[in-house]
């Protein structure tokens, strides 16, 4: 596993220097997505020389982020209500920043939570919906200005570092979206009366950095290329970010045909080690063992 996490970090890393030289530009950053993934492979990566990771579920981050080396920069990556703000900032003291603001309240809690506990600026991102889908992350393109001026001018805590989009999922041509965004900031910059470089832009996942940092992105979120495939979350009890699984998730699972098998056995050891840490519930145990028994079948083992 370690020389697995630290060897895919390591090509990941080449192709983004090697990107760098070719555009003769900064390298973007590379922030490791650990959704899902136990605090083991996220010490493998920081053993690596990794220090930004990204986290998508507040509970989550808050159980990790104090078991982990503090000099850790964490990104908040996932949709976050605004209630749970207060939870997120106390939480974790080396947040580093919130990529997926998606609206001038949401500034606001975070703004409030900051200075109830005097903490340095926290940087954040304007998250945009690219992709006009009804999926319910990110604010709408034409809302975009006005939200960056309120953090600007109102929120004197945060400092907006840019602006992060998603795209939408299962389109297997990102380009429109990052194109979208990449005009959403001229717009902005425009508006705030800045140079568009002083805007940052987080684009790009696995499958599409290299595409994103050729169009303009500073920050790509690379989860599984680096620490193989997640762990199924829980759907239910809202925020628990568990390996435990849903009664479809066997039926799932048998929709990974090749990834299950390409990853070496990698979700066994994730998943037994979460479950030695946690306590299941009687459904989620009997969801478990029959992507189990599934998943032996797939590797032959049964
Ligand atoms: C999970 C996630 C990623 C990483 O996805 P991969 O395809 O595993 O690289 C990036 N950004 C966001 C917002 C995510 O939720």
Redesign the pocket.
Known sequence: MARQVGGRLQEVRGKIEALARELNKEMARL?A?S?LMPNEAIMEAYEADQRHF?E?YVQEICEKAPQLPSDIKWHF??HLQSNKAKMLVQGVPNLFMV??VDSSKLANQLDKACDAVKRDLLQVMLQVNTSKEESK?GCEAEEAAAIASHIVNNCKRLKLAGL?T?GKLGDPNPEPYFKKLVECRSMIAKELGVEESSLLLSMG???D?ELAIRMGSNNV???????GE?PPKEKSGGEQASPAVSGGAADKAAGQEGTVLATEGSWFQQTTSWILRHPLSAASCLALAATCAYQLRRLKLA
């Open positions: 922030v997505v959704k990204g998508n990556i996932g990529e997926s992350s992060m998603i996942m696995s499958g950095y979120r690379v989860g599984s290329t680096i620490f997640r």
